[in-house]
């Protein structure tokens, strides 16, 4: 006996007290006996917490999903390759618990032994494999070897002897509790229905002694958590494939009815070009309301400990993201429910679009969070094709569930007038079919003329008042009529009915912009950008909105996402291009609108933009090569007559000017539609270009164009 054990005081017990309880019959010394503890935890030791957020919370994923399922990052990124295996080379040598990972499964006290009572609550226990090499289960599963110790218990290599493969046995609870494992062993057998390829697979359930086994799918590879501790913070278009892929699993387990509860980056392996989830110790059903808790501290929501939903389920696989392309700093302490700013840590400064995926999936009101995995995916697709993108310089483009396109190509200005921000531009949320009005919206939506609209939806929003599709498009016809105040009130009212309504918001950004009020719009479409972070539509909408309130930088960085992720936005490349141009950076500004492909239908708008960005005069004047350049970006160009002579007004005009202000030096060898650069033939061109628009012209239009080309023409004697 240890010096200071006491001996069991219970009648014909030979056991001594260790931590307060006997190490035989496991009973507490009569005075440990009149303790309690009034502590509730988790199985981390996770305390519950009060709920933060009530009422409902609304699905953006109103059209069938068109995110990939059938390939690892949708074949947009390749993942590097794993060395294959053999299955016996993962058998720990010396299987032993660390210190740091030795707790009461029941109370989260830490404990020093391998094996005794919990000197809290008496619990006994155990962190020696109770399996060992050789041993037989169910006659047909025989043990190679230790692989891991999880929350549950140890985690085993056997070879099924049947079917000639390698599975794996893991613990279905504390093996010291033999009624309670044949409790769980039969409560657990729902297991054995999952049925997914990103899942392991359950197949058999086996008695061995005190203890109930799962035997699963033995999957070879390295968990998440092996690969970022081996590389660091992985590469973000690799880390998004990774949990984009695996919400699949996520939202299948959902759809039966079940919650994972425990995910994190040591519970999905990589084998292959593949992902999967390989630890259902912790599943549970949505509607048990008593079984116990499993969360991980760092990855559970903070109102994890009054039961796990599917908001909870979704917070873990974001923190889970966090985890594999950041370093967070007091991640179970400071950063438990929290992720670093910008400027602490500067992938989520340079990703944008990740941190706001990020700090939505992780709000602390669980109403604020992704509705669902499908939509959480959906939203996690649109940020690795900015990711990849960006990163190669080649547009990645898709149809989105949400959002129909840039409209600017169907209306443009007439003539060549600049393209400037129009609210008429931005792109229309698509109508959410499951709206009880949406069959009779789809038929007035075409209708050209905006009174008849108004008056037709008003008629169906009396026959069907519970339809928001029905007040959305009466909102926005009443803006097109004029009648700005009852548009407003109507989208004040959805709003305040529904504060997860994204819709409202979105429409009455486009009113505040139509009105000039830049910058209340620019904090809606900001919002709209949250609640939609793999969307591009809300940031072509932020972009136009922060460029009319003159916060020039924020709409640059927004335009440039956009038109880089999907050129078809052609609004995103004229919006950056002014963003460049007014801040004289003329060769950025050409740059941009060289992203509009050749095949665009607003290509020849492209071209004259660039020649008024070539010409403008924000920084330093332009130079000869600039000239050069606005010239030849129009000359070949199919342009009305009258359209041509105010473009060589444009072009002749700002080459005279610098020619005689003697900011740029004649250059014989320099033409300028076909002039050399001098001011006797600038004049003559611009000349030239005055009478042939006056001859398209009458009355005192072209009496005014006559006076120009007279004032404007090369001197002479005569």
Known sequence: MAPGNEVCAQP???????????????????????????AVSTATGS??????????????????????????????????????????????????????????????????????????????????????????LGGQYEVRG????????????????????????????????????AVAMAERRFLAAVKHPNIVGIYNFVQHGTEGFIVMEYVGGRTLRDIRRARGPLPVAEAIAYIHRILGAVGYLHEQGLLF?????????????????????????????????????????????????????????????????????????ERRYTLPDPQEEPIFAREESLFRFLLKATAKNPDDRFVSAEEMAEQLMGILRETVAVETGTPRPAVSALFGGDKLPLNPPPGINPITVDYRDLAEPN???????????????????????????????????????????????????????????????????????????WYRGRLLLAGGKAAEAEKLFD?????????????????????????????????????????????????????LARSGDRKGAVAALDRIPKTSSMYAR?????????????????????????SAAIEDLALDPADRGMLEDLIYGSALDLVLSRRVAPNAAIRILGQPLSEDNLRAGLERSYRAMARLSDGREKVRLVDRANRVRPRSLF
């Not at 017990?13 to 260790?18: K, N, Q």
């Not at 307060?20 to 009973?27: E, K, P, T, V």
């Not at 873990?316 to 007091?330: E, F, K, Q």
């Not at 789809?442 to 928001?468: C, E, M, T, Y």
């Open 12 to 38: 014909n017990c030979l056991g001594v007290l260790e931590d307060g309880y006997c190490n035989i019959c496991g009973l507490a010394a009569p005075k440990a006996a009149t303790k309690s503890s009034a």
């Open 47 to 136: 305390s519950p917490a009060e709920r933060n957020g009530s009422g409902s919370r609304r699905s953006v994923s109103r059209g069938p999903s068109r995110s990939s399922r059938k390939n690892l990052g949708a074949g947009l990124i390749s993942v590097p390759e794993l060395p294959a295996a053999e299955p016996e080379q993962s058998i720990l040598t010396d299987p032993k618990v660390p210190d740091s990972k030795r707790f009461c499964f029941r109370c989260d006290r830490p404990l020093t032994r391998e094996r005794g009572f919990c000197g809290q609550c008496g619990q006994k226990y155990s962190f020696i494999p109770t399996l060992l090499p050789g041993d037989m």
């Open 146 to 181: 230790a692989l891991a110790y999880g929350g549950l218990g140890w985690i085993y290599l056997a070879f099924d002897r049947t079917l000639s493969r390698y599975v794996v046995l893991k613990g279905l609870l504390n093996a010291e509790d033999a009624a309670a494992a």
């Open 261 to 333: 509860c425990d995910f994190k980056p040591e519970n999905v392996m990589l084998e292959g070009e593949d992902v999967k989830l390989i630890d259902l110790g912790g599943v549970r059903r949505c509607d048990d309301l008593k079984g116990d808790i499993y969360g991980t501290e760092g990855y559970s929501a903070p109102e994890a400990g009054d039961g796990p939903t599917v908001a909870s389920d979704l917070y873990t696989v974001g923190r889970t993201l966090a985890v594999l392309v950041s370093d967070i700093r007091g991640f179970t302490k």
């Open 431 to 505: 109508i959410d079919l499951s709206d009880p009005a949406a069959t009779l919206v789809v038929g007035v939506a075409a209708w050209p003329d905006a009174d008849h609209k108004v008056a037709a939806l008003r008629q169906i929003v009396d026959q069907r008042p519970q339809s928001v599709e029905a007040r959305l498009r009466l909102s926005e016809s009443l803006l097109e009529c004029g009648s700005v105040e009852e548009a407003e009130t109507i989208l004040r009212a959805l709003e305040s009915e529904d504060p997860w309504e994204w819709r409202a918001r």
């Open 527 to 579: 919002q709209v950008y949250f609640d939609l972070p793999g969307e591009l539509a809300p940031k072509l909408a932020f972009a136009m909105a922060a460029e009319a309130a003159a916060n020039l930088d924020i709409a640059a960085r927004m335009y440039d996402l956009v038109a880089r992720t999907d050129p078809s936005f052609v609004s995103a490349c004229f919006g950056l291009a002014r963003c």
């Open 606 to 630: 492209s071209r004259i933009e660039a020649a008024r960005a070539l010409t403008g005069n924000a920084g330093a004047p332009p130079s000869a090569d600039e000239l050069a350049s606005a």
